[in-house]
């Protein structure tokens, strides 16, 4: 397992009141399936998710990361659940369903994930709520699942082969010499990525100064900001709500005002956040709210490969300006300053070097840092392409994939944005004392609206 895969279980080791599970729900047309015929289609692409019949073992003594090892008695129905809502099975019903379900933690004497088949959506439609720890999948390592598990078509591909038998599960000893490799390899590895880099000198300074100026900018961002109701202590229950939006209109806001994909949802979410203090009756000020926002570093021809591969920006978002053309303008201004500070490279180059630091020292500073009081990044904002075409669950239509992404520290709430075909979810995680979030949901649609508007 990576650092950065462990990091994830630190992290829940840490906090007693925190799940580092991610999730989504993808809505289906059409009636649920069964629990049996459900199982078997599944049980068909398992072969192509190894991890979904491994569980992690931890290296005594920490003296190596955690590692994936085969579950001998994996019980594929032991990760299956079926649930009800009761009526009228809209979104206030599943929503509170999946505040729950993300409440609870993952079993880690088994695999780390479980799906949670939903059957009374009103319309004629279910549910599947994937629930995946971090340590697994990042998001677009999470979205690539679903095209494993579902289908391009409405007719289902046939079963995958086999898969091999599982290996015998390490012992504690065995577990533990492995771990002593590692760290008797790790001088080895620092030489050979000292020569890589010497090897090609310019190449090793402009890492360098990017790890420099980069890193100077993350540990600049990490100044406590002032006090607001959107940190401090949290609790294990969770709520969550949906805003919704449309892959045409942010393209449209675009072109018309300038700036990416990416920079005109994080303006709404701006907005939002902005509603959100207002109804509180506090006064957005401009270092109020920074959030973190994960960035892929996958290469080319790495899409398929599970695990994290991300770094981040920290950028402070302008709930201080009122008006959305200027607060986009603003948005937009901040996130190029990231990048312009290499922000992204220099939380890559970290990432890289946690590889050739001893484990128990890397496993210690993650503790460290997640019990630390820390309150200058106060929230997440994570955005994720999903499929542009049309997937299939057994024949049935995927409406809708809403995504949720965990929250740590002191942060309140996190943002999740996904995409699929023409529609925008926005799924919104907040603790037990967040009671307003709907706020911040129709904050973030207003926004979009009146920026795709003729008017704006």
Same mark, same amino acid.
């Given at each position: ?15 007693? @009141? ?75 019903? $599943? ?76 012992? =504690? ?10 760290? $008797? ?25 990017? $790890? ?29 709500? +949906? ?18 994909? !990416?920079?005109? +949802? ?15 009756? @506090? @006064? ?10 994960? +960035?892929?570093?996958?290469? =080319? ?6 695990? !994290? ?45 946690? =590889? ?101």
């Amino acid at each position: 397992m990576s650092p950065l895969d462990a990091a994830f279980l630190e992290l829940e080791d840490a906090e007693p @009141e925190v799940s580092m599970a991610i999730a989504s729900i993808a809505v289906f047309a059409g009636p649920v399936p069964g629990s049996d015929e459900f199982a078997a289609h599944l049980a068909g692409r398992l072969p192509l998710i190894p991890r979904y019949r491994q569980k992690v073992r931890r290296v005594p003594l920490d003296l190596g990361p955690p590692v994936w090892v085969d579950d001998p008695h994996f019980v594929l129905e032991h990760h299956l659940v079926r649930v009800a809502l009761p009526a009228p099975g809209g979104d206030a019903q $599943l929503c509170a369903l999946m505040g729950r379900v993300m409440a609870t933690r993952l079993d880690r004497d088994r695999p780390l994930w479980r799906y949670w088949i939903v059957e009374g959506l009103a319309g004629d439609r279910w549910a599947l709520i994937s629930q995946v720890h971090h340590c697994m999948v990042d998001g677009v390592s999470g979205t690539d699942l679903y095209r494993d598990v579902l289908d391009p078509g409405p007719v289902p591909r046939p079963p995958a082969p086999p898969a091999a038998a599982p290996e015998r599960e390490p012992s =504690r000893a065995e577990l533990m010499l492995l771990g002593a490799r590692g760290l $008797l390899a790790l001088p080895v590895s620092a030489v050979r990525g000292a020569g890589a880099l010497l090897a090609r000198p310019r190449e090793g300074g402009q890492r360098l100064a990017a $790890l420099v100026r980069g890193g100077t900018a993350l540990l600049g961002s990490l100044r406590a900001g002032a006090p607001s109701s959107l940190t401090g202590s949290r609790h294990r229950p969770r709520h969550y709500a +949906v805003a919704r939006g449309r892959v045409a209109d942010v393209r449209a806001i675009r072109h018309r005002h300038g700036g990416t994909f !990416n920079d005109v +949802v994080l303006a709404a979410v701006t907005a939002g956040f902005r509603a959100l203090l207002l109804a509180r009756g @506090e @006064e957005p000020t401009p270092d109020l709210v920074r959030t973190l926002v994960p +960035v892929s570093v996958r290469a =080319r021809g790495d899409e398929g490969e599970r695990g !994290n591969q991300v770094s981040l920006l920290l950028p402070r978002l302008p709930v201080h300006v009122a008006d959305p053309r200027e607060r986009l303008a603003r948005t937009v201004a901040e996130l190029e300053s990231c990048k312009a500070a290499h922000e992204a490279e220099a939380g890559a180059l970290l990432t890289e070097l946690a =590889r050739l630091e001893p484990y128990p020292l890397v496993a210690r500073g993650v503790r460290w840092a997640s019990r630390s009081d820390q309150r200058a990044v106060v929230t997440v904002t994570t955005d994720v392409p999903g499929p542009r075409e049309t997937l299939y669950g057994l024949g049935r239509e995927l409406l809708e994939i809403i995504p949720y992404v965990p929250i740590g520290s002191t942060a309140q709430i996190g943002v999740s944005i996904m995409s699929y075909r023409d529609g925008l979810a926005i799924g919104l995680t907040g603790d037990e004392s967040v009671e307003d979030l709907d706020v911040l949901a129709r904050g973030i649609e207003s926004e979009l609206a009146l920026l795709s508007g003729d008017h704006a």
